[in-house]
Nanobody, 116 residues
Framework: QVQLVESGGGLVQPGGSLRLSCAAS????????MAWYRQAPGKQREWLLT????????NYADSVKGRFTISRNDAKNTVYLQMNSLKPDDTGVYYC?????????WGQGTQVTVSL
């Protein structure tokens, strides 16, 4: 069993930045694809990006392309989501997801609120 714990959320003004963290209970990032999602109030969970272990490529949703970036620190078993130029529409609960064909793990989420 693997636990994922997100942190780093909070209240930020439009145009600001936040860096979210997703800490894993053990080093899984070399064996799992990583993704980030968010869920705004009253809406379905929205896919934001995926990094594939096959070639290390990352695909971003159009809504965050050019503003959000994923990175990781294997020594800390942590993946980061750097979010810049935040907009009110970026408000929601952010989730990290580690997955492969037969298994998927989710964190509990961290709240991000973009508002004046």
């Amino acid at each position: 069993q693997v636990q994922l714990v997100e942190s780093g959320g909070g209240l930020v003004q439009p145009g600001g930045s936040l860096r979210l963290s997703c800490a894993a209970s053990k080093n899984i990032f070399r064996g799992y694809n990583m993704a980030w999602y968010r869920q705004a109030p009253g809406k379905q969970r929205e896919w934001l990006l995926t990094t594939l272990i096959t070639d290390g490529s990352t695909n971003y949703a159009d809504s965050v392309k050019g503003r959000f970036t994923i990175s990781r620190n294997d020594a800390k078993n942590t993946v980061y989501l750097q979010m810049n130029s935040l907009k009110p529409d970026d408000t929601g609960v952010y989730y990290c997801n580690a997955f492969r064909v037969d298994t998927a793990y989710w964190g509990q989420g961290t709240q991000v609120t973009v508002s004046l």
